[in-house]
C-alpha cells in the first residue's frame, strides 16, 4: 500500500482532477468503436471512481474530526 500526504489544497485539486476526468471517460468510452479499449476504458472509470470516493471521504472524515483512521477504514 502507499500512502500519499497531501496538503488541504493539493488534495482538493485531485478531487476536481477526477471530477473533471471521469466525464470524459465516460464520452470516449461511448464514442470507442473497439471493444478491447472500451473494457480497458472502462476499467479505468471503476478505477477513477474508486479513487473518488476514497477522496471524498477522507474530506469528509477530515471535516467532521474523525480522523485518517477511520477515513481509511471506511474506504475499503
Known amino acids: 500500500m502507499i500512502t500519499l500526504h497531501l496538503d488541504e489544497h493539493e488534495h482538493q485539486e485531485v478531487i476536481e482532477l477526477l471530477e473533471r476526468e471521469i466525464p470524459n471517460l465516460r464520452h470516449e468510452i461511448h464514442h470507442t468503436d473497439d471493444h478491447d479499449y472500451r ?8 478505477l477513477l ?28
Not at 52 to 70: D, I, M, V
Open 39 to 46: 473494457e480497458f476504458l472502462k476499467a479505468r472509470e471503476r
Open 49 to 76: 471512481e474508486k479513487l473518488l470516493a476514497t477522496a471524498k471521504a477522507q474530506t469528509a472524515a477530515t471535516a467532521s474530526g474523525t480522523g485518517e483512521a477511520e477515513a481509511h477504514a471506511s474506504s475499503l
